[in-house]
C-alpha cells in the first residue's frame, strides 16, 4: 500500500493558479501510473492528468494546455500545476497510485476558484 498526502489547494480567483503536491510514502518509480483526479459536488470522480513511470503523460481535454503534471523521482512526488483556472476547475482533487495489484488514493485537497 501507498499512502498519499495532498496538498496545495485553496481558494483562488479565475485565472489564476495554483500547484498541488503529492507526497507519497515510497519510491514512485515502481508505480505503473501516478494521477491526478477531480469530483466536484454531485459529479462523478474525473481524470485530470496522469504520468507513467516511464514519463508518459495524459490530460483530460478540459485542461489540456492550462494543467500540467511533473514528478521529482527524488522525493517522491508528483506536482499539478494549474494555470488559467476557471470556476468549473472548483473541486476536490485527489491523488492516484496506480500499482499491479492496487489502486491507492489520498484525501483529497480541496480547489476553489471564485472572485
Known amino acids: 500500500q501507498v499512502q498519499l498526502v495532498e496538498s496545495g489547494g485553496g481558494l483562488v480567483q479565475p485565472g489564476g493558479s495554483l500547484r498541488l503536491s503529492c507526497a507519497a510514502s515510497?519510491?514512485?518509480?515502481?508505480?505503473?501510473?501516478m494521477g491526478w483526479y477531480r469530483q466536484a459536488p454531485g459529479k462523478q470522480r474525473e481524470l485530470v492528468a496522469a504520468i507513467t513511470s516511464g514519463g508518459t503523460t495524459n490530460y483530460a481535454d478540459s485542461v489540456k494546455g492550462r494543467f500540467t503534471i511533473s514528478r521529482v523521482i527524488a522525493k517522491n512526488t508528483v506536482y499539478l500545476q494549474m494555470n488559467s483556472l476557471k470556476p468549473e476547475d472548483t473541486a476536490v482533487y485527489y491523488c492516484?497510485?496506480?500499482?499491479?495489484?492496487?489502486?491507492?488514493w489520498g484525501q483529497g485537497t480541496q480547489v476553489t476558484v471564485s472572485s
Open positions: 515510497r519510491s514512485i518509480l515502481g508505480i505503473n501510473a
Open positions: 492516484n497510485a496506480l500499482r499491479s495489484s492496487s489502486s491507492d
